[in-house]
């Protein structure tokens, strides 16, 4: 069975940094993207960053310039900066580990962590 774990989040003020970090445990093989998700209070589940295992990147337009992904491949771990955090940036950010190979099983999957809070607030 694949786990991902996030860790980082909290409270950050305004302008501030913070990193979050997902690691995926189990007996992977591959992931094909992993990817940030967020969802804010009220709102639908939104797509922040996203990177494949050939290092091609995604952002949400909002985010762009000051949240950066980046990923370890070897160690099934992705990471996201952020940058300049707005109240808006506020909400629980999902990590998904997409086309996910697991040895002795047949196809791939997608996996999710549990979610983790980011509030940004003074």
């Known amino acids: 069975q694949v786990q991902l774990v996030e860790s980082g989040g909290g409270v950050v003020q305004p302008g501030g940094s913070s990193t979050l970090s997902c690691t995926a445990s189990g007996n992977i093989v591959s992931i094909h993207r992993m990817t940030w998700y967020r969802r804010a209070p009220g709102t639908m589940r939104v797509l922040v960053a996203a990177i494949t295992s050939t290092g091609g990147t995604y952002y949400l337009d909002s985010v762009k310039g000051r949240f950066t992904i980046s990923r370890d491949i070897a160690k099934n771990t992705a990471l996201l900066q952020m940058n300049d955090l707005k109240q808006e940036d506020t909400a629980i950010y999902y990590c998904?580990?997409?086309?996910?190979?697991?040895?002795?099983?047949?196809?791939?999957?997608?996996?999710w962590g549990e979610g983790i809070q980011v509030t940004v607030s003074s």
């Open positions: 998904n580990a997409d086309k996910t190979v697991v040895r002795g099983k047949r196809g791939d999957d997608d996996y």
